[in-house]
């Protein structure tokens, strides 16, 4: 009874041991939100590691570009003068629907220029796809499948005169499966959106005569165009015009008169809708109505 009374006594709000255990609480806890606070905020506002950003929902994918290239020392490909070019017509017309034939060590570059626009990517090589996605999985990226082959290139001028499927009058890609220069297996999302801009730089500077070669990506890239419904035009740019099946089909399918621009080895169209003009792609005159 009286070890009770003790102990209650103690305890009791006015005794000693009780208000040093209420400091003890309060300090403790003032000490573990302070805590948590400042763990909560490092990880936010951070410059930690990759593996912390890509955890977070709003990263600025501007920002982390230019953290990838400052740090890498693989650079694209393309000239700063060329690249201006490109550059340029973002800047005028962009966000903007921008489809890339090809993943490389530009594709963060293109898709960070494009802030607010949607930018994809077709690459024909399903492990390149995996290596680039790796280092940068904010891209976005399809495999294609080719049905050419780069060595194949002047017989498939012949196969576009006599194939009716790849006449302009029909001009259609998706399940085109009988003209070999159409991507008739792309996604829908490709077949559904209008594509303001049209980059064709793939594949490889390597030039190997099994390689796909560009020619279905360049009829296609003129496809699309022509069937554009939206005003104004397709703005489809070129690289590598220095070799020769890449000019070929350029000046058969882009159409010398739609040649806006050439620097380095770029060339620039702008390409309207085929609503805007009658005939063949280049054998074109401006309706007058
Ligand atoms: C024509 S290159 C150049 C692309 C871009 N202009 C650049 O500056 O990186 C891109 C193509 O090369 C092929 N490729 C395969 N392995 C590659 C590698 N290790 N580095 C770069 N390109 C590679 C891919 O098919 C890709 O579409
Ligand atoms: C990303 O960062 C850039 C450069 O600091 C800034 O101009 C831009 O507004 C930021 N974008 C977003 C979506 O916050
Ligand atoms: C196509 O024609 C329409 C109607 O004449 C015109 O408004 C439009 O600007 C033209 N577009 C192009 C790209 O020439």
């Not at 000490?31 to 606070?37: K, P, T, W």
């Not at 490092?42 to 740090?71: D, F, K, V």
């Not at 489809?99 to 490389?104: R, Y």
């Not at 399903?126 to 017989?155: C, F, H, I």
Request: aromatic share 10%.
């Amino acid at each position: 009874m009286k070890k009770n009374n003790n102990n209650s006594q103690q305890l009791k709000p006015e005794g000693p041991w009780f208000l040093f255990l209420t400091v003890l609480v309060l300090i403790g806890g003032a000490l573990l939100i302070v805590f948590s606070l400042q763990t909560t905020s490092s990880s936010l506002l951070s410059c930690g590691g990759a593996l912390g950003r890509r955890a977070l929902p709003s990263r600025n994918e501007t920002q982390l570009a230019i953290l990838h290239y400052a740090t890498s020392r693989v650079v694209p490909q393309q000239t700063f003068e060329e690249i201006m070019v490109s550059f340029n017509v973002l800047q005028s017309i962009g966000p903007c629907n921008f489809l890339v034939f090809g993943l490389g060590h530009d594709s963060l570059m293109w898709a960070s220029l494009n802030p607010g626009g949607k930018t994809l990517f077709l690459e024909e090589d399903p492990k390149w796809v995996q290596t680039v996605l790796k280092d940068a999985p904010a891209l976005r990226a399809d495999t294609v499948g080719y049905r050419t082959q780069l060595s194949e290139a002047d017989q498939l001028l012949k196969h576009y005169q006599s194939e009716p499927d790849c006449s302009t009058e029909k001009s259609f890609l998706r399940g085109n499966d009988k003209c070999r220069l159409a991507l008739n297996k792309l996604s829908d999302e490709v077949y559904d959106t209008e594509w303001d801009m049209i980059m064709v730089d793939t594949p490889r500077g390597t030039y190997f005569s099994e390689a796909p070669g560009r020619m279905a990506a360049i009829y296609s890239a003129a496809v699309m165009a022509r069937n554009r419904k939206k005003s104004g035009v397709t703005h489809v740019f070129l690289h590598d015009v220095n070799r020769r099946v890449e000019q070929m089909y350029a000046e058969k399918f882009l159409c010398t008169k739609y040649l806006v621009k050439a620097e380095g080895r770029l060339w620039h169209f702008e390409i309207p809708p085929s609503a805007n003009v009658s005939g063949d792609f280049c054998y074109t005159t401006q309706r007058s109505s």
